[in-house]
C-alpha cells in the first residue's frame, strides 16, 4: 500500500510537469490550445517567403490568431487563417506581411476595414493583398546605386581639379562678400523702404476700393473707342481720298506756280548782280563803307533786342480726349510761350460740350420756375507757370474759371503727371463741386503723344475715365518740318 501510494505521487508529477510543459509550448510558441474556438478567414499571395505555419496575425499591433495551415494553390500561397472569435474583420480588409526583426521573421498584418462593409464570415476570402517588398531585390538595387554614387564621387573629383577647386572657393568668398553689402544696404535703406511699403499697402488698400469702378468705367471707354475707330478711318479715307482728287485736279495750276517761281528767281539773281556791282540805289549804299558802318551799329542794337526775343521757344499743343463719365469728345489747342527755362505762359482754347448751365426764371400762370439749360461753349484758358527742376506749379485762368496746377515731369520730360483744378464755385454743369483731374501724359513719338486719366474726380455724377492723344510742336519743329518737305515732281 505504501509503494502504490509512492508511485501514484510520482505519476501525478509527471503529469502535472506534461502539463506545464505543454501549456508554457503553446504559449510561448503561440499556438493555440485543443479548446481555443474562433472562425476561419482565406488569403492568397504570390510570396510568403519568412513566413511559417502558426505564425501570428496581427491588427493595428495586437495578436488576433494565427497562420492555422500554408498550402501552394495554382503556383500561389493559401493561406487558412484561424481568428478569434471577438475580433471582426470586414469585406474591405487589407493583408499583407511586415518583418518582426533584424532575423526576417514575419508576421501577417491585417487591416480590419471599415464598419459601413458587410463583416466577413467563416470561410470567406480576403481579396485585397499588399505584396511583401523583396529584401534580395532591395538589397540588389542599393548595391547598384551606392556603385552609382561611388562612380559619380570619382567624376566629380576628376572635374574638380585644384584651379576649379580655387574658382569654386573664390566664387564662395565672393557670394560672402555681396551678401554682406546686401546687409549693409539693406540695413541703410530700412527707414525707406519701410515708407515704401507703407505706401504701396495703402495703394493697394484704395485699389481694391476704387479699382471695380475704375475698371468698369475702362471697360466702358474702350467699347466705345472700339465703336467709334471705323468711322474714324472711314473719315481718313474719305480725306485722303479727295487729297488726292484735289491733286490731281490741280497739277497744272501747281506746274505753272513752280515755273512762276523758277522766272522770279531768275529775276533776283540778275537784280543781285547788279547791286553786287554797285549799280542803282541799293548798289551804291552796299559801296559806301559810311552806310555799312552805320548799318553795322544799328544791327548791333537790333541783335541785342533779338537775342532776348530769340531765347523765347513756342510751343502748339492739338489734342483730343473722350470722357467716359460725359461720353463725349473734348477738344483742346494750347500755345505756350516759355521766355526762360523756369517760367513759360500757356494760352489755350478748349471746346466743352458740357459747358456751363444757365438759369432762366420763367413765370406761368403766377408760378415761377427756373430752368436749367447746358450750354455747349468755347473756353479759354490763360496760365503762368513756375518750374522748379522736375516739378511745376500754374496759377491763372482754365475754361474760363480761375484754376491751378502743378506737373512733374520724368523721362527728360518724355512723361508728365500733372494735377488741375479749377471752377471752385461748380458752375459746371451737372456739378457742385470743384473740377478737379489727375492724368498722365506720354510722347510716343517725337510729335505725338497720349494722354489718360480720370477727371471730375470731386463729382461723382460726371466722374469718369478720359483717353485722347495729339500733336505737339515747337517752333524749331516747324523749321525742320518745312525744311525736310520734300519736293514735288511734276510731269
Known amino acids: 500500500m505504501k509503494s502504490a501510494s509512492t508511485e501514484l505521487k510520482v505519476g501525478l508529477f509527471a503529469i502535472i510537469v506534461i502539463m506545464v510543459l505543454s501549456y508554457m509550448t503553446f504559449k510561448v510558441g503561440r499556438m493555440p490550445f485543443l479548446w481555443e474556438k474562433g472562425y476561419r478567414l482565406y488569403v492568397e499571395f504570390s510570396d510568403i517567403n519568412g513566413l511559417d505555419e502558426k505564425s501570428r496575425i496581427k491588427v493595428a499591433g495586437v495578436d488576433v490568431g494565427i497562420v492555422d495551415k500554408i498550402t501552394l494553390k495554382e503556383g500561389r500561397a493559401r493561406l487558412t487563417l484561424l481568428i478569434n472569435p471577438e475580433v471582426k474583420i470586414y469585406r474591405n480588409a487589407k493583408a499583407f506581411l511586415k518583418m518582426s526583426g533584424l532575423l526576417g521573421d514575419r508576421y501577417l498584418a491585417l487591416s480590419a476595414g471599415t464598419p459601413d462593409e458587410p463583416v466577413l464570415r467563416s470561410g470567406e476570402t480576403i481579396t485585397t493583398v499588399i505584396p511583401a517588398a523583396d529584401i534580395d531585390m532591395l538589397a540588389n538595387k542599393l548595391t547598384t546605386a551606392a556603385a552609382h554614387i561611388s562612380e559619380l564621387s570619382e567624376n566629380l573629383k576628376n572635374v574638380f581639379g585644384e584651379k576649379e577647386k580655387r574658382s569654386l572657393s573664390e566664387a564662395i568668398d565672393n557670394l560672402k562678400l555681396l551678401a554682406q553689402n546686401l546687409k549693409e544696404i539693406s540695413e541703410e535703406n530700412r527707414?525707406?523702404?519701410?515708407k515704401v511699403l507703407a505706401q504701396l499697402?495703402?495703394?493697394?488698400?484704395?485699389?481694391?476700393?476704387?479699382g471695380p469702378g475704375v475698371v468698369d468705367d475702362m471697360s466702358r471707354a474702350a467699347k466705345?473707342?472700339?465703336d467709334k475707330v471705323p468711322k474714324l478711318l472711314d473719315d481718313l479715307s474719305a480725306l485722303s481720298k479727295d487729297l488726292r482728287e484735289v491733286v490731281g485736279e490741280n497739277r497744272y495750276a501747281l506746274k505753272e506756280s513752280v515755273e512762276n517761281i523758277r522766272t522770279v528767281s531768275k529775276s533776283a539773281t540778275n537784280i543781285a548782280q547788279k547791286i553786287e556791282s554797285g549799280e542803282g540805289t541799293l548798289g551804291k549804299l552796299m559801296k559806301d563803307s559810311k552806310l555799312y558802318d552805320s548799318l553795322s551799329k544799328v544791327s548791333?542794337?537790333?541783335?541785342?533786342?533779338?537775342?532776348?526775343?530769340?531765347?523765347?521757344?513756342?510751343?502748339l499743343d492739338?489734342?483730343?480726349?473722350?470722357?467716359?463719365?460725359?461720353?463725349e469728345w473734348k477738344g483742346y489747342f494750347d500755345l505756350t510761350l516759355q521766355p526762360r527755362k523756369d517760367k513759360y505762359y500757356i494760352l489755350g482754347v478748349v471746346t466743352d460740350p458740357m459747358g456751363s448751365v444757365e438759369e432762366t426764371d420763367r413765370t406761368i400762370n403766377g408760378v415761377t420756375?427756373?430752368?436749367?439749360?447746358?450750354?455747349?461753349?468755347?473756353?479759354?484758358?490763360?496760365?503762368?507757370?513756375?518750374?522748379?527742376?522736375?516739378l511745376a506749379l500754374r496759377i491763372g485762368l482754365t475754361e474760363n474759371t480761375f484754376g491751378m496746377g502743378a506737373d512733374y515731369f520724368f523721362q527728360k520730360d518724355k512723361g508728365r503727371i500733372k494735377l488741375d483744378v479749377w471752377d471752385f464755385s461748380g458752375k459746371e454743369a451737372e456739378a457742385d463741386k470743384a473740377h478737379a483731374r489727375i492724368g498722365v501724359d506720354y510722347s510716343l513719338f517725337k510729335f505725338v503723344f497720349l494722354s489718360a486719366g480720370i477727371d471730375n474726380i470731386l463729382n461723382p455724377d460726371r466722374r469718369g475715365i478720359y483717353l485722347g492723344g495729339g500733336l505737339k510742336f515747337e517752333d524749331d519743329d516747324f523749321k525742320y518740318l518745312f525744311g525736310k518737305a520734300p519736293s514735288l515732281s511734276l510731269p
Open 191 to 194: 527707414e525707406p523702404l519701410r
Open 201 to 210: 499697402d495703402r495703394f493697394t488698400e484704395e485699389l481694391a476700393d476704387k
Open 224 to 226: 466705345s473707342f472700339e
Open 300 to 315: 548791333e542794337q537790333a541783335g541785342k533786342t533779338l537775342d532776348v526775343v530769340g531765347g523765347l521757344r513756342t510751343f
Open 318 to 327: 492739338f489734342h483730343s480726349e473722350y470722357n467716359t463719365g460725359e461720353s
Open 369 to 390: 420756375t427756373v430752368e436749367e439749360e447746358i450750354k455747349h461753349k468755347i473756353e479759354f484758358s490763360a496760365q503762368y507757370a513756375r518750374r522748379f527742376e522736375d
